[in-house]
């Protein structure tokens, strides 16, 4: 079977740029339940960093090197678009999804005491 990763990034740039939006996209999807404003407010950041308007913070100005979200943007917009909408949906399907699975006997401490006797 043809490995996955190394067909969709062709360098570690790639890879991070990706990671970064994912990473932002499940600390917007973390915050949209309790403030819902303030995670918008990150995601027009994360966007406006993307669009390289706010990627040089840290950066040595005018030293022209681009920073990785602003070389490769696609990746970290995709990431960030992907990774927040399953969360929103998960939010908002996740727990009747949840509580339509069967549920799974749990076992007892003596199955766990008996089976495991120090011998």
């Not at 600390?27 to 706010?54: E, I, K, M």
């Not at 681009?66 to 949906?89: D, Q």
Request: glycine share 8%; net charge negative; hydrophobic share 45%.
């Amino acid at each position: 079977m043809p490995e996955i990763i190394p067909q969709l990034f062709n360098n570690y740039v790639e890879l991070h740029t990706a990671q970064l939006g994912v990473l932002l996209g499940l600390f917007v999807g973390l915050l949209y339940r309790d403030r819902p404003t303030l995670a918008y407010v990150l995601l027009f950041l994360g966007v406006l960093s993307a669009f390289g308007n706010a990627s040089h913070i840290g950066f040595m100005p005018n030293s022209g090197v681009a920073t990785e979200i602003e070389a490769k943007p696609w990746y970290f917009l995709s990431a960030l678009y992907f990774t927040t909408v399953a969360n929103l949906l998960l939010l908002k399907y996740g727990t009747p999804l949840w509580r339509r699975l069967p549920s799974l006997p749990k076992p007892g401490t003596e199955d766990v005491v008996n089976a495991d006797d120090g011998s």
